[in-house]
């Protein structure tokens, strides 16, 4: 059974002191149903029970609230600043173990075993087919071009995905960089940022811009969807590189709790989560890339190109989000 945090029946099934002794609780920012293909197969293969709360924002304080009594073993988030965000408010507890070694390469797992990547996507470029040449972009730094401009659609530049796009920038270039590129991509940009990754996708079909900068899995979640398939189609997905390195990636991931009642069911679903085969389940219901050795990406998204990610660890842009944030607001992006 999938609960919902914002239920009075998940307030009072997590909240209860008396937990079965087969289970494991799951706080997710992912939405249950996403995680069922996970969850039935890991309760399949162990008897093991998993309930998850759907916390779409708030966990951190949810965590900090409830404190040793908190009922929740695992936190799932998507995106490396939220798995920070987590790590540094001293509410997971590290995880040595020779499975997720062995699974997770070391750029998608924190250094001291906090949190664990489970699956990756690329940030990259949605290109019109019919107003773009694909080899006109081939960097990030690109997007700052003149030859761009009025052409570009982007989200909020204080979005978490965006936001570790610009750390990653500043690791690479320095921060008097990063501002001028900062500035550039703004002067490109074709109308003030607004929406979601799928709406400047949407603005591409449309006509509104030509380019616009999002995550790889959302090409499948229009495909998948009647009425938004045809902006999908409208557009190439492109995969940009930093210059002298790879193309951007992001993560969904792990981590286990500080109060963690079920730690050793608890360690066995994260070993589990980072399986080949539990990485391929994840990974084809969220069109996404596993990471363990031996596991390949579904036919479709393999489809979409191949890439060389950038193999700066994630815990490092973590770390530069602050400055990150304070240069997107210093060119005032959004504005």
Not at 238 to 254: C, D, K
Not at 286 to 299: D, L
Request: hydrophobic share 40%; net charge negative; aromatic share 8%.
């Amino acid at each position: 059974m999938f609960l919902r945090a914002t239920t009075a029946l998940t307030l009072a099934a997590l909240a209860a002191p008396a937990l079965a002794q087969e289970e494991v609780n799951v706080y997710s920012y992912r939405q249950p149903e996403l995680l069922a293909p996970l969850t039935d197969a890991f309760t399949e293969e162990t008897g093991i029970k998993v309930n998850v709360a759907f916390l779409d924002k708030g966990m951190v304080e949810r965590l900090k609230a409830e404190g040793r009594r908190s009922p929740a073993d695992l936190v799932f988030t998507v995106d490396i600043s939220r798995l920070n965000a987590v790590v540094s408010a001293g509410l997971t507890q590290a995880v040595e173990s020779e499975t997720l070694s062995a699974n997770v390469p070391a750029a998608y797992h924190d250094p001291d075993g906090h949190w664990w990547g489970l699956t990756t996507r690329a940030r990259i470029v949605y290109a019109s087919k019919d107003r773009v040449d694909p080899s006109e972009v081939t960097t990030y730094e690109d997007l700052a071009d003149p030859k761009w401009k009025g052409r570009i659609c982007i989200r909020s530049g204080t979005n978490a995905y965006n936001v570790a796009l610009v750390s990653a920038m500043l690791h690479h270039h320095g921060e008097e960089y990063t501002k001028e590129w900062l500035e550039g991509l703004k002067a490109n940009l074709a109308r003030k940022p607004q929406g979601n990754d799928r709406a400047q996708v949407k603005a591409i079909w449309a006509g509104e811009c030509d380019i616009s900068v999002g995550n790889t899995y959302y090409m499948g979640k229009m495909l998948e969807d009647p009425e938004q398939t045809e902006w999908a189609n409208s557009v190439n997905v492109l995969f940009p590189t930093f210059e002298n390195a790879g193309t951007h990636v992001n993560i969904s991931g792990v981590a286990m709790t500080a109060a963690a009642p079920n730690k050793d069911n608890a360690l066995k679903m994260m070993e589990f989560l980072t399986s080949t085969e539990a990485q391929e389940v994840y990974a084809e219901a969220n069109y996404e890339y596993p990471i363990a050795p031996g596991s390949e990406a579904i036919e479709l998204v393999q489809n979409w190109g191949e890439f060389e990610a950038d193999d700066v660890n994630l815990m490092t842009l973590a770390n530069l989000r602050g400055d990150a944030l304070r240069l997107i607001e210093e060119v005032d992006f959004d504005g």
